[in-house]
């Protein structure tokens, strides 16, 4: 059982509903668990989910606006960390992989240009204890 307050999920407006569904199914090996002509549940086995909802185009989102800019995800396992990665290489949405202590992150863009941050951790979710330099990239 979960300790304390955590993120159980979160959502996305999304350009377009069936390429974000791809792209984050194939990425976080998410099940499509509900769906709509407009809008997506995804989710895995601990309850976790992530919610696409399509709003067409012509909308910003400029970095740095309020609100959330970006979510973070922890992945299992080392593997799944450089499957992630090559899998952002292969569609060209690869930013940039670092690693700080014992957590390893990769950072990419997701279809509508949102940045998606990927990390891996040997001491199993490691709490952050400093802020992240990422915050400060405008």
């Known amino acids: 059982m979960v300790q304390g307050p955590h993120l159980s999920g979160v959502v996305i407006f999304v350009r377009d509903l069936d390429r974000s569904v791809t792209f984050y199914r194939d990425l976080l090996g998410l099940e499509v668990v509900d769906s709509s002509p407009t809008a997506a549940l995804l989710a895995v086995a601990d309850g976790c989910h992530l919610v696409l909802r399509a709003t ?54 997701d279809p509508d240009d949102l940045t998606v941050v990927l990390t891996y951790s040997k001491d199993d979710q490691m709490p952050l204890r400093e802020l992240p330099s990422r915050i400060y990239a405008w």
């Open 56 to 109: 067409g185009g012509g909308i910003p989102r400029p970095l740095g606006a309020i609100g959330l800019q970006y979510a973070t995800w922890m992945l299992p396992s080392r593997a799944d960390l450089d499957r992630a990665e090559e899998m952002l290489k292969n569609r060209s949405a690869y930013v940039e992989t670092r690693t700080i202590g014992g957590t390893t992150s990769v950072e990419g863009h």
